[in-house]
């Protein structure tokens, strides 16, 4: 069973400050994700990494970003928190896939749920 | 710009009945789509996946429908049960780098 894990189900964090998601998975899967999901926007992509040390910009990547300096492990970073970043922050992960495909089916976490006041 | 598209944000069904739940996409080169399931306070769990060779794929009271030249996908679940109350998301990919998803439909199956 693959196992995604987040460092925290609830954070409360003042405007300003520097905040730290961890995820980690288990299942040696090549490519990490995060997406925040937001009422009425669903899953939005924020940044991913198909390797170790590399990053990809996804769709709003504005405001953060990451670290992967081991494989299993997924950091999402907000440098100066602000309350538009207010939001449930969901990490997956998957096997790179086949027949050329970057991705395969992806695993997620059970979300870190961020409130900045 | 909204790639994958879920109209019905709420779906009421009666238990045991069938419940319907729709997606649409803009982008002719996706051809491998997901479906998903979330619970509040919970991730998204995989449900079942559908490839562009394909127009129909089961998984016991689970089936997805695929209609490329509609560019419409569709998730039938029966019979429905109060279990499934949840959000329902689509995803699709074509082969880059990323997944787009709904915006979920909310699902209610009412005992």
């Known amino acids: 069973d693959v196992k995604v894990t987040q460092s925290s189900r609830y954070l409360v964090k003042r405007t300003g400050e520097k905040v730290f998601l961890e995820c980690v998975q288990d299942?040696?899967?090549?490519?990490m994700f995060w997406y925040r999901q937001d009422p009425g926007l669903g899953l939005r992509l924020i940044y991913f990494s198909y390797d170790v040390k590399m990053k990809e910009k996804g769709d709003i990547p504005e405001g953060y970003s990451v670290s992967r300096e081991k494989k299993e492990r997924f950091s999402l970073i907000l440098e100066s928190a602000s309350t538009n970043q207010t939001s449930m922050y969901l990490c997956a992960s998957s096997f790179s896939g086949r027949g050329g495909r970057v991705t395969d089916t992806q695993y997620f976490g059970p979300g870190t749920r961020l409130t900045v006041l | 710009d909204q790639q994958v598209k879920q109209n019905s944000p709420s779906l009421s069904v009666q238990e045991g009945r069938i419940s319907i739940l729709n997606c649409d996409y803009t982008?002719?080169?996706?051809?491998?789509f997901l479906w998903y399931k979330k619970y509040p306070a919970e991730g998204p769990t995989f449900l079942i996946s559908i490839s562009s060779i394909k127009d129909k794929n089961e998984d016991g009271r689970f089936t997805v429908f695929l209609n490329k030249s509609a560019k419409h996908l569709s998730l039938h679940i029966v019979p429905s049960q109060p279990g499934d109350s949840a959000v329902y998301f689509c995803a699709a990919s074509d082969t880059g780098n990323q997944f787009y998803f709904g915006t979920g439909t909310s699902l209610t199956v009412i005992p």
């Open positions: 982008n002719s080169m996706f051809d491998y």
């Open positions: 299942m040696d899967h090549e490519n």
